[in-house]
């Protein structure tokens, strides 16, 4: 069994940095080049969509300097894309730099119609944040059911969340789709975000395939 969406909270990029003695600001283009390779190896395995952990809202509380460096390698990634994969974006937009979130529009505009896998970016997203918010939606129209809670979600359209991976040796969420994972595999890799190579893909693949899922039955 391949998982059909995967969530990639890719942490470990600053450790990363300050274990190769360069400033924090490296990790994250070093990280960009792994999320590279592990996208596309996630693709080639057929793999219908991921989501990508970018930026929480709790990261806003992070030194500018530092938040900066993530957007900016975020907006270059976005202004020099030209792949065929539909690309969204989830998360509270408002609350980023105009530049980045233009970037960002112009993208998912540009790849609306793309064919390869999906991929969605969530930056500047909080799980909690994305619950309320989808709670506030759901009561605007009526009772809030599950359904109606659901098709108000960010995530409402992608396929369901089979897997999590998340590097960086901590085991938590942090706030990483809290109401999709609530029976997604979860598996937790001890290596730091830009040493993930298409090896740890098929690892975790592999591990996913051999998992037993019972969804409480
Ligand atoms: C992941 O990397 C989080 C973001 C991209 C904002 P970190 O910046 O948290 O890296 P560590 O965990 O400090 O090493
Ligand atoms: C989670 O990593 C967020 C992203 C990977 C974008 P953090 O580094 O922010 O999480 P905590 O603070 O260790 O829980
Ligand atoms: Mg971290």
Redesign the pocket.
């Known amino acids: 069994m391949i998982p059909r969406h995967v969530g990639y909270i890719?942490?470990?990029?600053?450790?990363?940095a300050?274990l190769h003695g360069l400033p924090?600001s490296a990790?994250?283009k070093e990280?960009l080049k792994a999320m590279l390779e592990v996208l596309r190896r996630t693709e080639e395995r057929g793999v219908q969509a991921a989501t990508v952990?970018?930026?929480?809202t709790e990261?806003f509380a992070?030194p500018d300097e530092?938040s900066s460096a993530?957007f900016s390698v975020v907006k270059e990634w976005c202004d020099a894309y030209s792949g065929d994969r539909r690309v969204t974006f989830m998360g509270r937009s408002g609350l980023l730099p105009e530049s980045l979130r233009k970037s960002a529009e112009a993208l998912a505009k540009r790849t609306a119609d793309g064919t390869g896998m999906r991929l969605n970016i969530a930056l500047a997203y909080g799980g909690r944040e994305d619950i309320v918010d989808a709670a506030n939606a759901a009561a605007r129209t009526g009772e809030v059911t599950a359904e109606s809670l659901e098709m108000a979600l960010s995530s409402y359209g992608l396929p369901p969340l089979d897997l999590i991976v998340r590097s960086?040796g901590?085991k938590r969420l942090s706030g990483f789709m809290l109401y999709e994972a609530a029976y997604s595999e979860l598996l937790f890799v001890d290596k730091?975000?830009p040493d993930m190579t298409a090896e740890d893909v098929d690892a975790a693949l592999g591990e996913f395939a051999r998992r037993t899922r019972k969804f409480g039955a």
Request: charged fraction near 25%; hydrophobic fraction near 30%; avoid cysteine.
């Open positions: 890719m942490d470990g990029n600053g450790r990363w300050t924090r990790g994250y990280g952990y970018a930026f929480s990261n992070r530092e993530i960086g901590e730091l975000w």
